[in-house]
C-alpha cells in the first residue's frame, strides 16, 4: 500500500472542534487518510515537504452542466431567457456523443486545475444512451470524483424520467467505479405535472438515488405541494438556486432535510433572481456551491465562495444601513462559513459526507495545497482566508483519493495540448451546425 506524509504545512481541516488552521502533518494510506498529527514521523512513507503553503479539503462544485465546456464564455453576455434560448434550444441539439466526451473530459479537468475534487455533473443533453456513456467515460478517464446526474433534453412536463435508462447506468461501469456515483438530474416540480414530480421524486428514493432539481423563474408551482404532500422531499432531494422560494417554502424544505446549491455568479448575472444564501442562513441551514455553465462564467468554485460571501454581506450592510444609519459593526458572515459551503455543505449536497469535505482519519484523501508564496497571497496571517482567497495560479497540487492529480502547479498525466485541440474543434463544429450569428452576440 502506498503512504505519503504531508509534512510542514497550515493545514485547514474543516474538522468540528479543531482550530480554523495548524501545524500538523497527514498520513495518507491508499485512498484515504490514516493519520492526522504533529510532528508524525513515518519512515515507510514518501515524505512531502509542504513548507510555506497550505492544505485545505477538496473542493466540492456541486452544480455545473460540464458538457457545456467546448463554448465556454460564448454566453457571457446572455440573460437567463438568451441561454434557455440560445444553448438548449439551438445548439443542444447538435451535440454528438463525441461533443459530450471532450465537454466532458475538458470540464473535468478544468474543475481538477481549479482545486475541486468532488464534482455534481449535471448532464442533461443526453437524448441517447450514447451520450451519457460518453459523459460517464470522460469523468472517468479525467480522475474527478463525481456524482453524475442523469437528466434529460427538453422533456414535456407529463413525461417521466427514463427509468429503464436509469437502471441500465446502475447495472453499468457506475457500480464498479469507486470515485463516481449516479444521480438523477430530474425536471422536478417546477417543470413537470403533480403526477410526473411525485413519480420522478419517488423513483429516485426507491433506487437509493440523490434527486437534483432546479427552481427558479417565480414562486413554487402548484406540483410542490403534490411532492410534499407524498412525503417525498428529503436528505435525497437537491434544490439547485432555489431562486422564487417563498419564506414558508424554504423552511419546510429546510425541516424536512433538503439540500440547496446555489450558483451565485451565474444567478446575479443571468437573471434567476438574488441567491438564497441569507435566507437559508436565517433558518439555521447553508447552500452548497456551484458554478453552473461556463458559457457564462468560469468554473472557479472559489470564486463563486467569494462571490456568495461578498453579495450576502454587502445586503446585510444595506439592511443594518437602512436601520441604523451606519454599515454592520461586525461580519454578518466569516470566511470560514464560505470556505465551509464549498467543502462541508458540497459533500452534504451531493450524498458524500461520510467521504468528502472534510481532513479526517478513515475520509478519502481528497485535498488541495495551495502555494502561499506567491505576492498575492503572502504574507499569510489568516491561513483559513487565505485558502479562500487563493486564485488557480495559487492551486499547486491536487490530491484525489490518495493520488495526485494536479503536482507541482500542472495537471498530471494529461495531454493538455491534445484536449485544447479536440475541445476547439468540439466548439467550432457546434457554432457552425447551429449556426454563430444565432449564438453570439456581434
Known amino acids: 500500500m502506498i503512504r505519503t506524509l504531508l509534512h510542514g504545512a497550515q493545514v485547514v481541516t474543516m474538522s468540528p472542534g479543531r482550530p480554523n488552521a495548524e501545524s500538523i502533518d497527514i498520513v495518507i494510506e491508499g485512498d484515504r487518510i490514516a493519520e492526522i498529527g504533529k510532528q508524525i514521523d513515518r519512515t515507510d512513507a514518501e515524505t512531502v515537504d509542504l513548507s510555506g503553503r497550505i492544505v485545505i479539503p477538496g473542493l466540492i462544485n456541486a452544480h455545473l452542466h460540464t458538457w ?18 440560445r444553448m438548449h434550444g439551438i445548439v ?8 459530450i466526451y471532450i465537454g466532458n473530459l475538458a470540464g473535468a479537468l478544468n474543475q481538477i486545475n481549479c482545486g475541486t475534487t468532488t464534482l455534481g455533473d449535471w448532464c442533461h443533453t443526453n437524448p441517447t444512451p450514447e451520450h451519457s456513456d460518453a459523459a460517464i467515460e470522460a ?17 414535456d412536463p407529463d413525461v417521466g424520467h427514463p427509468l429503464a435508462e436509469i437502471d441500465r447506468l446502475l447495472d453499468g461501469s457506475i457500480r464498479a467505479h469507486k470515485l463516481l456515483t449516479l444521480g438523477m ?14 413519480a420522478d421524486l419517488g423513483a429516485a428514493h426507491e433506487r437509493g438515488l440523490l434527486a437534483s432539481l432546479h427552481q427558479s423563474g417565480g414562486q413554487p408551482a402548484a406540483a410542490w405541494e403534490a411532492v410534499r404532500a407524498a412525503g417525498l422531499f428529503g436528505p435525497h432531494s437537491n434544490i439547485v438556486h432555489g431562486a422564487g422560494l417563498t419564506d414558508d417554502w424554504a423552511s419546510a424544505l429546510v425541516e424536512a432535510g433538503a439540500t440547496f446549491t446555489t450558483t451565485p455568479e451565474n444567478e446575479l448575472g443571468h437573471g434567476h433572481c438574488s441567491p438564497i444564501t441569507g435566507q437559508l442562513l436565517r433558518l439555521g441551514a447553508a447552500p452548497s ?35 441604523t444609519g451606519m454599515m454592520s459593526t461586525t461580519p454578518s458572515i466569516t470566511c470560514k462559513q464560505a470556505l465551509s459551503w464549498a467543502t462541508v455543505e458540497g459533500a452534504k449536497a451531493l450524498g458524500l459526507t461520510d467521504l468528502v469535505g472534510r481532513l479526517e482519519p478513515g475520509m478519502q484523501a481528497d485535498l488541495v495545497a495551495i502555494d502561499t508564496r506567491a505576492l498575492n497571497l503572502w504574507p499569510v496571517h489568516d491561513p483559513l482566508a487565505a485558502g479562500l482567497h487563493a486564485s488557480i495560479a495559487d492551486i499547486e497540487a ?24 479536440r475541445l476547439t474543434e468540439s466548439g467550432q463544429r457546434l457554432l457552425r451546425r447551429a449556426g454563430r450569428s444565432t449564438i453570439t452576440r456581434r
Open 68 to 85: 457545456q465546456s467546448a463554448l465556454r464564455l460564448a454566453g457571457a453576455d446572455w440573460t437567463l431567457l438568451e441561454y434557455l434560448h
Open 92 to 99: 443542444a441539439q447538435h451535440y454528438t456523443p463525441d461533443d
Open 139 to 155: 469523468l472517468q478517464k479525467s480522475g474527478i470524483r463525481a456524482v453524475f446526474f442523469h437528466g434529460t433534453p427538453n422533456r
Open 185 to 198: 438530474a430530474i425536471a422536478g416540480p417546477q417543470y413537470s405535472t403533480s403526477g410526473v414530480a411525485v
Open 289 to 323: 456551491l456551484g458554478t453552473d455553465t461556463e458559457t457564462a462564467v468560469s468554473g472557479e468554485i472559489l470564486t463563486a465562495a467569494r462571490i456568495a460571501l461578498a453579495h450576502r454581506r454587502g445586503l446585510d450592510h444595506d439592511r443594518h444601513r437602512q436601520a
Open 398 to 421: 491536487v490530491m484525489i483519493a490518495g493520488l495526485w492529480r494536479k503536482r507541482n502547479h500542472a495537471l498530471a498525466d494529461v495531454d493538455v495540448d491534445e484536449v485544447r485541440t
